[in-house]
């Protein structure tokens, strides 16, 4: 029984079971609630296999996948993940696979796995099911027998010629690897004449193979890329058709492929390469770099590497594999595609021009990324011979100024952080251009909206050391004190103006493993993710006063360090579509629903959490900024800096990281060149910690004397008697004392105490 014959079969069974099921719908049911009794509609009935629409229970693998359709068609998802459940129980070899493919074609596959109540179960099926396919169309015996066929009679001919067009792109990298065989020659006509009868799908496995090591090879591919007239090709093509270093050969495959592509003389091709070919390259890259790139869902005619999108909306990308001898595809996210077919272009247009400082900085933009993409951007950047870090040293400052130049523009966090980094090391004072009208890329960096970037810059500034105030001195210290605001854990900001539902919500997202943080006004929940780097999500209540909701968004969105924290509305259903209307205007700001429970919470979270997950800082990353941070405090103080730099509006920051051991002895440094009271207090209060460490007390101590001594004392009556108990405490360290006695000396006894206390020392026994 064909399938469209049993398909009209299955539907026929399902209409007469449910025009059963209508005709007996009056008859009251065993299980009906009682009159009165009101059904809980909201428990979930179980998965019952008796009352299933069809007529028989399916039980071979083609009568489940059959079944499992046929449900999904209906809107039986329950049943439908029934019978998935039982074929996947099933042994399904490669001949199941393959037969369920060929009777079902590869897009039912497709279709189950796009429906998300039938994952991860139709995904895994999606899955063995192309790898058998691509399994069997390479399989190396069944290639050569393809080949032999091709070659025989016009029977075998016509069979082998349609089952090459049937596989189609699957077939091409066994074909690949046949034409990469130096030891075969006499096979390599064959494969060609194999791979130009699927034609354009062919292409992307073909440029994919462009990277190939070998010229000889290449040489064939480029010349098949020319008989199909791959217009996608031709950016690949201009660096093989007019480097001095190509083989000959290869340089006229390529000029001949790109005449028969372009439809030109021979002769003109060397005149068209020169003819802005480099510019539209570098068009071409800096469009990837921007994310702009319009990557189409086709077989690749827009750059030849796009075979379509998967079902998680990826891009399908070839290239050359040296283990396999072949090429491979691997699907991956538009921005990875961008990266990885960026990189190839520019490249390519380094080659081309390698003087050209345009061609230097879109080819370090890509490395760049693609150092960071590997490495992870939640660490640091690899340094050594060989990474793009000393490529860009070796380029030079302003090669590295242009780069952060062109990563700001594109919003590429990592890229300008890894920029900045090598800027630090190679720049200038000139170059920050502090006393210039407009500021530099640099400074303007300071209000990026990732806090990567923001912290990156400062040190940038900080690394060259300006010696005279300028207008950024002040975003350089605002920028270091917000790092210092971090326990290591993400915070959720909550502007709500019920404490009851406050508490709900701040419940909510602790589970969802945020530290939350209420306030009942906009203009403290928006101070509260301004003061503090680990606010990884805000979330606010539509009737919030002390701004209103539209002014609280505005100012989260205008203020560059709080642009980049997701922001969601959360409030009464009746509100959504006129909030979310609103919420358009902004970035990333959403609308949910109010939810009273945490998975409804997370799920109406996910799509808004999805587009900056990979920018939220990691709590190593935090921990880590906020070292350097303090660091860079005791930096300024230590070297007298701080006509440039005032870090007294710091204080209150600082006075509380004395009580991390990791941080406190930066934090000593740095407030003991603030002349107040608070931090002159603060400093004694680490002198009298009996749970301090000793060396961070007798380090306070010396701080202290030396602070009296600037600034003049400010301590109250009894913390000076606290400081003496100390000094003269025969149950405190001997150092201890003797640090807490230059203190004390500090206080400038008159003349009385001193003998004083001169002669008590002199009775004592030596």
């Known amino acids: 029984m064909d399938r469209g014959i049993r398909g009209a079969f299955l539907r026929l069974l399902l209409a007469g079971c449910l025009l059963g099921i209508s005709s007996t719908a009056t008859a009251q049911d065993d299980d009906a609630p009682a009159a009165g009794e009101t059904p809980d509609l909201a428990a979930p009935l179980p998965v019952d296999p008796s009352r299933s629409p069809l007529a028989a229970d399916p039980k071979s693998p083609e009568e489940l996948f059959e079944a499992t359709l046929l449900m999904v068609d209906v809107a039986r998802l329950d049943l439908a993940d029934l019978y998935l459940s039982k074929l996947l129980s099933e042994t399904l070899d490669d001949d199941v696979l393959l037969a369920l493919r060929a009777k079902f074609g590869a897009a039912a596959f497709l279709r189950l796995a796009a429906v998300p109540k039938l994952n991860p179960g139709a995904e895994k099926l999606l899955d063995l099911s192309n790898a058998a396919a691509i399994k069997f169309a390479n399989d190396p015996e069944r290639i050569a027998q393809l080949i032999a066929d091709l070659d025989g009679n016009p029977e075998k001919h016509a069979v082998a010629a349609a089952e090459l067009i049937s596989l189609g792109q699957a077939v091409v990298p066994g074909l690949l690897a046949v034409l990469a065989d130096a030891a075969h020659p006499e096979k390599h006509e064959s494969v060609m004449d194999a791979i130009l009868m699927i034609r354009e799908r062919a292409i992307p496995p073909l440029i994919g193979a462009l990277t190939a090591p070998d010229p000889s090879f ?93 079902t998680a909306g990826k891009i399908t990308l070839w290239a050359w594999n040296d283990q396999l001898a072949t090429v491979a595809a691997r699907s991956v996210s538009r921005e990875e595609a961008s990266d990885i077919v960026g990189l190839r272009l520019a490249r390519e247009a380094l080659a081309l021009a390698p003087q050209l400082r345009r061609a230097q900085v879109s080819y370090l933009c890509f490395a760049l990324a693609n150092d960071a993409r590997r490495a992870g951007f939640d660490r640091p950047l690899p340094e050594g011979p060989g990474t793009a870090h000393d490529a860009a040293l070796s380029a030079g400052s302003e090669v590295a100024v242009d780069v952060i130049t062109e990563a700001v523009a594109a919003n590429r966090a990592p890229v300008a952080v890894a920029a900045l980094k090598v800027f630090s090391q190679v720049g200038t004072l000139a170059q920050l251009q502090l006393g210039a009208p407009q500021k530099s890329v640099v400074v303007s960096a300071l209000d990026f909206p990732d806090p990567r970037v923001q912290f990156a810059a400062a040190s940038a500034i900080l690394q060259i050391d300006p010696t005279t105030p300028f207008r950024g001195a002040v975003r350089v210290v605002d920028v270091l004190k917000r790092s210092l605001v971090t326990d290591g854990r ?18 909510i997202l602790r589970e969802l493993g945020y530290e939350p943080l209420v306030f009942n006004s906009g203009r403290d929940a928006f101070a509260a993710a301004a003061s503090r780097t680990d606010v990884e999500l805000v979330v606010l209540h539509p009737n919030i006063i002390r701004w209103p909701l539209s002014e609280t968004l505005a100012n989260l969105r205008s203020d560059s360090r709080t642009a980049s924290i997701p922001v969601v509305v959360h409030g009464p259903s009746a509100l959504a579509p006129k909030l979310q209307r609103t919420t358009r205007n902004f970035r990333l700001v959403s609308y949910s629903w109010a939810a009273e429970t945490t998975s409804d919470f997370d799920r109406q979270l996910t799509p808004l959490l999805r587009q900056v997950k990979s920018t939220s800082m990691t709590a190593q990353e935090r921990s880590a900024q906020r070292t350097a941070a303090a660091a860079w405090f005791a930096h300024l103080a230590q070297g007298r800096r701080l006509k440039v730099f005032d870090i007294t509006t710091a204080e209150p920051e600082l006075a509380n990281i004395l009580d991390d051991d990791e941080v406190s002895s930066y934090g000593l440094e740095a407030l003991g060149e603030i002349a107040t009271q608070t931090s002159q207090r603060r400093i004694a209060g680490v002198v009298l910690d009996p749970q301090a460490r000793l060396d961070l007390r007798r380090t306070a101590a010396a701080k202290l004397a030396f602070h009296v001594q600037r600034f003049g004392l400010m301590l109250s009556k009894s913390d000076v008697e606290a400081l003496r108990a100390v000094w003269e405490s025969a149950r405190e360290p001997a150092e201890l004392r003797t640090a807490v006695g230059g203190v004390i000396g500090s206080l400038k006894p008159d003349a009385a105490l001193a003998g004083k206390r001169l002669k008590q020392q002199s009775g004592k026994s030596r």
């Open 490 to 507: 993400a915070h959720a900001v909550v502007g709500e103006v019920s404490p009851d539902r406050g508490a709900m919500i701040g419940g």
């Open 218 to 310: 290449r040489g064939h591919v480029i010349t098949l890329l020319g008989e199909l007239h791959a217009a996608a090709a031709v950016p690949y093509l201009w660096l093989p058709s007019l480097a001095a270093d190509q083989p000959r050969d290869l340089q006229v495959a390529s000029r001949t492929a790109l005449a028969r592509i372009l439809d030109v003389p021979l002769e003109s091709v060397e005149r068209l390469a020169t003819e802005g070919t480099v510019s539209r390259l570098l068009a071409s890259v800096r469009e990837h770099f921007h994310n702009q790139h319009p990557w189409k869902a086709d077989t690749g005619q827009d750059t030849g590497q796009d075979t379509g999108h998967d």
